[in-house]
C-alpha cells in the first residue's frame, strides 16, 4: 500500500472494523490495517494520536459530534490528511462525499431507500452486536484458537514484549465478563464442562436469561437474509450499500469464529457464501439503483419485532431517567446497577442499561423517518405491515447535559 494510504485502527475482531473495511473497498479506497500491518514505531504514535485526539475530542464523527456520542475502543480511520475519525455509519455518508464522482454511493440517494439502509444499519449495529457477540463467547471455549489469541497477534507490535499470552487471557475474560452489558445473561447455575469461571458465560442476579432470545433471533435474522439472497445480490438490489455493509460487519465477525461459523453455514448457506465474497472484496464497485423488493419483507419483520422496541424502550428509559436526575448511562452505570429497565421481545424478558448513544442514533433515525414525505412513506409501510410508523418511529425529548452519556 501507498504510505499516503489512509489507516484503519482496530482488529479483525471487531465487526465495526470490518463494517469500515467494506466500505473503503467498496469505494476503492487505499488502506493499511494497524497495529497488524504496522512496525512497533508506527503503531505507538498512531496510538499515541489516537489517545491525544479522545482526550482532546479533536476526534471527529463526521459531520460533527454530538453530546450523546461515546468514543469507541476501535475502530478509527486515520486519513490522509491527518484527521482522526470514527463511527462506521458517518463514516459511509462522509465516504459517499468524498468520492461523489468516481462511486456509487452507500448511503442510497431515493429517500425511502436511504431510510430503509438506515434502519437496517442501525438494527445490525445496535442489536445484531448483541447477538454475534454472544455467538463468539458462549462458543469460544469449543473453538481450537481463541478469540484472545487472535487479538494478541494482531496487536504482537503494539504489546510488551512476551506478554501476549497473559493479554490474550485478560481479553477473553474481560470480554466473558462484558456479556451481560452487551445484552447475554445466562441462567442461573449455567455451566460448561471444562470451563474455568472466568470464562463461563455469567448469569447476572435480578436479569432474566437471555441465551434463548438471541438465538432465536440470530436464526430469525439468518432466516430472513437468506430469503433477500435468493432473489438479490444485495439487500438493496444490484449494489452494495450501507444496509450490506452493517450487515456483514455483524454477521462476518462469526467467520472466524469455529463452531459459531459452523452453525452459521448450516443454518444460512446462501448468507454464509455472501459474507466470504464480501470479505474477499467481491463487492467493490458494485453498481445499481437500489430496490425495495417484496423479499425485505421478512428482514423488517424482525428487525421491527428486536431492534425497534429495544430502542423505543431504551430512549424512554433515558428520558424518565434524565428527569430523575440520573448523570450515569452507558457502561459506567451498568457496572454500578443504576439506569436499568425492563422490556421483552420476541416473548422473552430481558433488563439492559439505557444507552445514550443509543438513543442519538434513535433520534436521528425518527427525525429521518420524519423528514420523508408521504410517497415515501406508504412505499416503506407497505413492507411493513403492522402499526403506522408515524407512531412507531418517534424519539421522546432527550436533553442530556455535557458529561452526562459517561
Known sequence: MSSAACIVWGPELSPFLLKLESMLVHHGVAWRRLPRDGTRLENVRVSLRIRRAVRTRTALRPPANDVLDEYPLVPFLL???GAVLYDSTALASWLDQRDADR???L????????????LIDEAFDEFGLYMVHHNRWKLAAADNDSPGARLAREYARLLPPASSRLFAQWFARRQV??????????PDGYRVAGLSAPLTPPARPGFPPTHDLLEEAWRRYLRAIETVLEEQPFLLGPAFTLADASAY??????LTDGLAAR???????RTFDWLVSIRERRHAGTRGEPVLAPCLQSLLEVVMATYVPLMQANAAACAELLARGEPSFNEKAFDKGRGLFDGELLGHRYRSV????QARSWRDLCALWSALDSDAKRQIAGLVPGDPLDATFVAPAVAFGAGASG
Not at 452453525?263 to 448457506?269: G, T
Open 177 to 186: 465478563r462484558r456479556l451481560p452489558y452487551l445484552f447475554s445473561v445466562a
Open 249 to 254: 460487519g455483524q454477521l462476518s465477525m462469526n
Open 79 to 81: 486519513t490522509e490528511s
Open 263 to 269: 452453525r452459521l453455514r448450516e443454518l444460512a448457506p
Open 107 to 118: 448511503v442510497p440517494v431515493d429517500p425511502a431507500a436511504r431510510f430503509v439502509a438506515a
Open 354 to 357: 439505557a444507552r445514550s448513544f
Open 103 to 105: 462511486s456509487q454511493p
